[in-house]
């Protein structure tokens, strides 16, 4: 698949699922294991978007695609940023 397409893709991922994802992990009644896996999920898909950007980075002429994917990327870490402050860890569970 070229990597436009799959820019494409993962750019209408993010932006149909962020605000699910959000409502997610912000959820009190979303067990600890499904916001662990919530993370998980999205650790995947920051990596599938760093590697689209190495891709689109070595590629010349893709400027407009490399912007693009540079903020798509940011995006996707600030999500599982977000995620992450939402799981407690257990000495924070037992205060």
């Known amino acids: 698949m070229p990597p436009a397409l799959r820019l494409e893709k993962l750019q209408n991922f993010y932006t149909d699922k962020q605000p699910q994802i959000i409502r997610a992990i912000e959820a009190p009644n979303v067990s600890l294991r499904q916001k662990q896996l919530i993370y998980a999920c999205l650790n995947n898909l920051c990596q599938l978007s760093a590697q689209l950007y190495a891709e ?22 600030q999500l599982r940023r977000l995620a992450g402050s939402k799981i407690l860890i257990r000495s924070e569970q037992a205060a």
């Open 56 to 77: 689109l980075s070595t590629a010349p002429g893709n400027y407009d695609l490399l912007d693009q994917a540079g903020d798509l990327d940011d995006a996707w870490l």
